[in-house]
């Protein structure tokens, strides 16, 4: 298997791990339901990762109780080159365990408010903040909108949307001119919903140089830990 990596790389994946804001209003009824519902139900989850884009294919393994938890497949790691194996351990920071799509997080949206509805579902837009997000996305937090799809029906959450309104800058010399992260979730063993799929897109220009990039993780294949 061949993998490629790139300084931009963990920036992209911060961004991607974006899902929920902190302020001082209340969270919808349903999500503290659904929030409720999925930490009584939280199962440690051994499950097969991967992260592919244009610069990056990586196919990897995650067992709780494993040393290293996040363990590449069909790479010999120890002929990783001294950017990838970085890169690697950039993941095992990120990639931590299943990421469930009602988590503690989403207790402290900020500004909910109801923009859509159907029979099944309601769909709330918020406001993410530093105190929320990971990685490098905090400094910038007040700059992205969210949103985020709560069934009506045994509440859980089935889709978040993360993006950028306007473009902006957020260090010198780095113009970041669209973010886009959608998360799709489906149902665990356990019935509570976890991030199975990430699509983040991201445009702008740093140092002279354009970004231009489109990512996707997967998450699947989930098997409680013996």
Not at 46 to 57: H, I, L, M
């Amino acid at each position: 298997m061949k993998i490629r990596f790139f300084a931009a790389g963990a920036f992209l994946i911060a961004l991607a791990s974006v899902a929920s804001a902190q302020q001082n209003n209340t969270p919808p009824p349903a999500l503290l339901a659904a929030i409720a519902a999925t930490q009584g139900a939280k199962v440690a989850y051994a499950f097969d990762y991967s992260f592919a884009s244009a610069q990056a294919n990586v196919s990897a393994h995650f067992d709780p109780k494993a040393t290293p938890q996040l363990r590449l497949t069909g790479v010999d790691e120890t002929q990783l080159r001294n950017d990838q194996r970085q890169m690697l351990n950039q993941l095992r920071q990120q990639v931590d365990g299943v990421s469930w799509c009602a988590g503690e997080r989403m207790a402290h949206i900020a500004h909910a408010q109801l923009i859509r509805e159907d029979a099944t579902t309601a769909t709330y837009s918020f406001q993410p903040t530093r105190d929320s997000t990971r990685g490098q996305a905090a400094q910038y937090a007040d700059r992205l909108r969210g949103e985020i799809t709560i069934t009506k029906s045994n509440p859980d959450v089935t889709a978040i949307h993360i993006f950028t309104p306007t473009a902006f800058d957020p260090i010198p010399f780095v113009h970041i001119a669209n973010v886009d992260a959608r998360v799709t979730c489906e149902l665990a063993p356990n019935g509570r919903r976890y991030a199975a799929q990430t699509v983040s897109q991201t445009s702008g220009s740093g140092f002279g140089q354009s970004l231009d990039q489109r990512n996707v993780q997967h998450v699947t294949n989930l098997s409680a830990a013996p």
